[in-house]
């Protein structure tokens, strides 16, 4: 099941332990606040629910005081609710010192004014909690023990994973474990529950059903054995997926790819298994493709929190089997659907339905609800490059050992191009024979399809670097147009940086050289201008014939960097490594702690960024303040930072306590903190590094003595399921 399966199951859960979702209108009815008669409810699209959302995490602060919460206490906005006159519905989720609250739930109902109306509450929590501590007497490990004994329906527990909560559904909140118990049920098929229990007893306390989608199992032709999200209805199971806003697979029986829809049948089964893994069931290739879109789907999700290709949530349709003997497969804005071809005698007749071509397939469904890349020239060419990095992007992130992660374009599908069964390559895009990988003046009178090699290029140079290495378990050789050595900043970096050029800079006729200012834009945006993952495009273009280099950031040029030219310009060879830093001069005294204000005891004194300075003795690592990061549960940024001098004796070890909760439950880095130096992360903590308290962390600083450097601890949160990063006792000396 997927999180964000989870997250919605979760508020059906809230109901059923007591949530007062569906008893709103009889608390109305009874006070007479909150309702005026003859309104409607405001019809929000994706984006105005979600700027709605926004101003009420705004607000959320504010808010609390006004309920009368803790200190501890933070409101996670869950859903808004708009009305004709104005008023609004905000639904919050709470936590409890970066705990999540099971049960503590409420609506707050704000008058046209925006003036605080009325609220209603979980039952058994209005009101500030408090808790005597935050430190449970049984360990993850007891609590994980005996779970699986207390679940329902899970008879042959195969997992047990417990999150620390404050369970507020009882009559008074308590510290608990929910632990999320995995395993089959007496028919043999999956089965997922929350056990509740009491964090010092051990005495269960209550527990629900997480699964409210039916899984079932696809045997696929190029991947093997896979789970997919399929649907029941009426006694029958279809390949609909609900997860991802109801993606559909059909089996086309051979239409035209013209018209794929005509005749074509949705993929039904009567006992959840699908496909022989073999051409001899129609159902095989459906699993392949279904897979492919489910997986790209959820890298789109959890990495940029696109909700699939239009970002508000609405799955597309898909066909397999479509034509005879088709060697292709291809996105239709027309039918808001995709195709897949059977392959002929080319390919050894090899559905061309990989992984990497459905995370390319559907990705031209996101360029074209983006920039719209026009599919011509060297927009075209942009466009294609597109769906070539993030299906293979995908393919990284799918991490199947059946199809490991390469860049390698269509490599399962047979295609006898002398590129090991490729379709193209990114590392040396020329080796297919047609692909460029260098600019020059005339390529977008090419092929899409082969003028997309010079943006393969570059990305495959700002991921991986130059020279020779093996990928994948395939040889990979990254050339480059100049005969410089590039040193890439890796594939994620890379990827953030092409999505956000593509959503936020490109437009429809954007050409390479536009394309180089769009992703230096996205650089600067995402790392900084003095950064080198800033540097590193520039170099990375360069190598693809387009545009020049720009200064390394570690030396100071003699004049301002030149903006990208109107058509690429011949290049210059960017360095193999950054020149060397002048010595510093001594500063500093041994043993002394240059960080003002490390401990926070001062509160924001010495510090710039974000508020987020606490003060609760309880969750200090010493004293009682803190810096307290995160624990949102929406979109969000926050950071603190100084300027600060290295010392040249000493130790120059940068040190500081963390301790991180959080409400995730996958095994995914959703929310990340890292700790910058001049815009460069050197040390990045994840939702994956919860637990265990207060930890000591160190950074070697001794590189950069005698400099004054800015140090920046920033955090980064996805839209669901609050993490929480408390930082303390920063020193340096």
């Not at 699986?148 to 008879?155: E, S, V």
């Not at 559904?169 to 395993?183: D, F, I, N, Q, W």
């Not at 040396?428 to 600019?439: A, I, Y």
């Not at 460069?680 to 265990?692: M, P, Q, R, W």
Request: hydrophobic share 35%; with cysteine; glycine share 12%.
């Amino acid at each position: 099941m997927s999180r964000r399966a989870i997250v919605a199951a979760a508020a059906t859960v809230a109901t059923a332990l007591g949530a007062v979702g569906i008893g709103l209108a009889q608390a109305h009815a009874n006070t007479g606040t909150g309702v005026t008669a003859g309104i409607s409810q405001v019809r929000l699209d994706p984006a105005a629910r979600e700027r709605q959302l926004r101003q009420a995490g705004a607000e959320a602060t504010s808010i609390a005081k006004q309920l009368g919460l803790s200190a501890a206490e933070r409101l996670v906005p869950k859903d808004v609710v708009v009305d004709s006159d104005g008023s609004r519905h905000l639904r919050f989720e709470r936590t409890y010192a970066g705990l999540p609250v099971v049960g503590g739930d409420l609506v707050v109902h704000l008058a046209p004014g925006g003036g605080l109306a009325a609220s209603d509450w979980a039952a058994g929590t209005r009101g500030a909690i408090t808790l005597a501590t935050t430190t449970p007497k049984l360990t993850r490990q007891q609590a994980a023990a005996a779970a699986p004994g207390h679940a329902r329906h899970a008879r042959k527990p195969r997992a047990a994973t417990p999150d620390l909560v404050v369970y507020a559904t009882l009559s008074a909140p308590v510290l608990a474990y929910r632990t999320t118990v995995e395993g089959t049920d007496t028919a043999g098929d999956l089965a997922r529950e929350a056990v509740i229990t009491d964090a010092a007893s051990g005495a269960v306390l209550g527990g629900y059903d997480l699964i409210h989608e039916v899984q079932g199992t696809g045997n696929s032709l190029l991947v093997g054995q896979v789970s997919l999200d399929t649907t029941l209805s009426g006694g029958s199971y279809s390949m609909t997926d609900p997860v991802r806003g109801n993606t559909k697979i059909y089996d086309a029986h051979g239409a035209s790819d013209s018209n794929p829809s005509q005749g074509a049948t949705l993929y039904t089964d009567s006992d959840n298994v699908w496909g022989n893994g073999a051409k001899t069931d129609r159902a095989t290739v459906g699993v392949d493709v279904n897979y492919g879109l489910s997986k790209t789907w959820d890298y789109y999700n959890a990495t940029f929190g696109r909700a699939g290709i239009r970002g508000d949530g609405v799955g597309a349709k898909a066909y397999a089997h479509v034509g005879t003997n088709l060697l292709n497969a291809y996105w239709q804005d027309s039918c808001f659907c995709m195709v897949f071809g059977d392959g002929n005698s080319s390919n050894q007749t090899t559905p061309v339905a990989s992984l990497d071509v459905a995370g390319h397939e559907l990705t031209h469904g996101v360029t074209s609800n983006t920039a719209g890349l026009v599919y011509s020239g060297e927009s075209g060419g942009l466009n294609e490059s597109t769906s070539d990095i993030f299906g293979t992007v995908v393919e990284f992130y799918t991490a199947n050992s059946s199809d490991p992660g390469d860049y390698y374009i269509g490599e399962k599908i047979n295609w006898n191009s002398g590129n090991a069964g490729a379709l193209r390559r990114m590392d040396d895009p020329t080796l297919d024979g047609n692909s460029k990988g260098c600019w020059y003046s005339g390529v977008g009178n090419l092929d899409v399809h082969y003028s997309s090699g010079i943006g393969n290029h570059f990305f495959y140079l700002l991921s991986e670097g130059s020279g020779s290495k093996t990928i994948g378990g395939r040889a990979h050789n990254g050339v480059t147009c100049n005969s410089s050595t590039v040193a890439g900043i890796g594939r994620d970096k890379a990827a953030r940086i092409w999505y956000r050029a593509l959503t936020t800079y490109m437009t429809s006729n954007t050409n390479y050289a536009a394309a180089r200012t769009a992703s230096l834009n996205a650089a600067k945006d995402l790392y900084g201008a003095s950064s080198v993952e800033y540097w590193q495009v520039s170099v990375a273009w360069a190598a693809c014939s387009v545009g020049t280099a720009l200064p390394s950031p570690t030396t100071s040029p003699t004049a301002s960097p030149s903006a990208s030219p109107s058509a690429p310009s011949s290049p210059s060879p960017s360095p193999s490594t950054p020149p060397t830093s002048p010595s510093p001069s001594p500063t500093g005294n041994p043993g002394t702690n240059v960080i003002v204000n490390g401990d926070f005891e001062a509160g924001q004194t010495g510090w710039s960024g974000s508020p987020v300075v606490n003060t609760n003795a309880t969750y200090a690592h010493s004293g009682t303040r803190y810096a307290w990061i995160l624990g949102n549960g929406f979109a969000a940024t926050e950071y603190i930072t100084q300027n600060v001098t290295v010392p040249t004796t000493g130790t120059a070890t940068l040190s500081f306590y963390l301790d991180i909760t959080t409400q995730e439950w996958e095994a995914l880095a959703y929310d990340t903190m890292q700790v910058q130096i001049n815009g460069v992360a050197k040390l990045t903590y994840s939702n994956l590094n919860a637990g265990g308290g207060y930890q000591l962390r160190t950074l070697d600083l001794s590189a950069y003595r005698g400099q004054t450097v800015t140090l920046r601890f920033t955090g980064t949160e996805d839209s669901n399921l609050a993490t929480t990063f408390r930082v303390d006792d920063v020193s340096l000396n």
